[in-house]
């Protein structure tokens, strides 16, 4: 056990630098483009700072951005976009990290057959799907600038409440899939049970609520590019500690040998 957490603490340390080289390369020019769009709507006689104009800090951005009452930067952009960026993502990799080995240590064997480095491949899988995708084709990540402040914490709420729910029909999905093997088989029970998870989790977003906090003014290629950037930088951050923890866990098994 200890040997695996350490495995997915330098696994997570191989991630978090992986996703900050990503979210440095192709997520801060949207970044700075929504602040540009956030600093010339605050610059304009008539901004009242209505719909759309409270800063939004929602999950899977790389970086934020913060401002005091007075609209002096409390942080600077520039350390936002370099040290803050490499330290938020290196805390997240360690913190992932840390959690995948020890869901290593509970899923292996219990997920039928497969090798060490197929459970890993499998815990990847079930991980970010059902953490990451899900959540947000449910409620997308917004960059600066796009936000209502009257419901941040809503969305924020609703956020992690989706995240525990899939991630507990996934759960579910797995523990199905397993008592289905014996009778259809391993590749007709996996079917099953990822089309049982699509089917209740599609019904359980239907359900949640709507929230439309994009203003029609503001550009759909910065939207969508931050939106892209961000699902990549997350998608890099698993994909680093899966491959470098099933690495790590190779070697460690050979030696052991």
């Known amino acids: 056990m200890r040997s695996l957490l350490v495995w997915g603490l330098?696994?997570?340390?191989?991630?978090?630098?992986?996703?900050?080289?990503?979210?440095?390369?192709?997520?801060?020019?949207?970044?700075?483009?929504?602040?540009?769009?956030?600093?010339?709507?605050?610059?304009?006689?008539?901004?009242?700072?209505?719909d759309g104009a409270g800063h939004s800090h929602d999950e899977g951005t790389a970086s934020g951005h913060s401002h005091g009452?007075?609209?002096?930067?409390?942080?600077?952009?520039?350390?936002?976009?370099?040290?803050?960026?490499?330290?938020?993502?290196?805390?997240?990799?360690?913190?992932?990290?840390?959690?995948?080995?020890?869901?290593?240590?509970?899923a292996y064997g219990r997920l039928g057959p497969a090798s060490p480095r197929g459970t890993a491949v499998a815990l990847?899988?079930?991980g970010y799907?059902?953490?990451?995708?899900?959540?947000?084709?449910?409620y997308p990540a917004n960059p600066p600038a796009v936000g209502n402040g009257?419901?941040?914490?809503?969305?924020?709420?609703?956020?992690?409440?989706?995240?525990?729910?899939?991630l507990v029909l996934a759960v579910l999905?797995?523990?199905?899939?397993?008592?289905?093997?014996?009778?259809?088989?391993?590749?007709?029970?996996?079917?099953v049970a990822a089309l049982g998870y699509a089917v209740v989790m599609t019904v359980v977003a239907k359900l949640l609520p709507t929230i439309q906090e994009v203003p029609a003014s503001f550009p759909a290629a910065t939207l969508w590019e931050f939106r892209i950037a961000s699902l990549g930088t997350s998608a890099v951050l698993w994909a680093g500690i899966?491959?470098?923890?099933?690495?790590?866990?190779?070697?460690?098994?050979?030696?052991?040998?």
């Open 10 to 50: 330098l696994a997570g340390l191989v991630g978090g630098v992986l996703a900050f080289g990503f979210a440095e390369a192709f997520g801060e020019r949207s970044v700075d483009a929504a602040i540009a769009i956030e600093e010339r709507g605050a610059a304009a006689p008539t901004d009242d700072h209505g």
């Open 124 to 126: 990847l899988g079930i």
């Open 69 to 106: 009452d007075d609209g002096d930067e409390v942080i600077s952009r520039e350390f936002q976009s370099t040290g803050g960026l490499a330290i938020g993502t290196l805390a997240y990799g360690l913190g992932l990290g840390g959690l995948f080995g020890l869901a290593f240590a509970f």
């Open 150 to 166: 009257d419901t941040i914490g809503q969305r924020t709420g609703l956020f992690f409440l989706v995240i525990a729910v899939s």
């Open 173 to 191: 999905a797995v523990v199905v899939g397993r008592k289905l093997v014996d009778r259809l088989g391993g590749w007709t029970a996996v079917l």
């Open 242 to 257: 899966a491959i470098a923890f099933a690495t790590l866990l190779h070697r460690g098994l050979t030696k052991a040998r």
């Open 129 to 138: 799907t059902s953490v990451v995708l899900v959540p947000f084709l449910t």
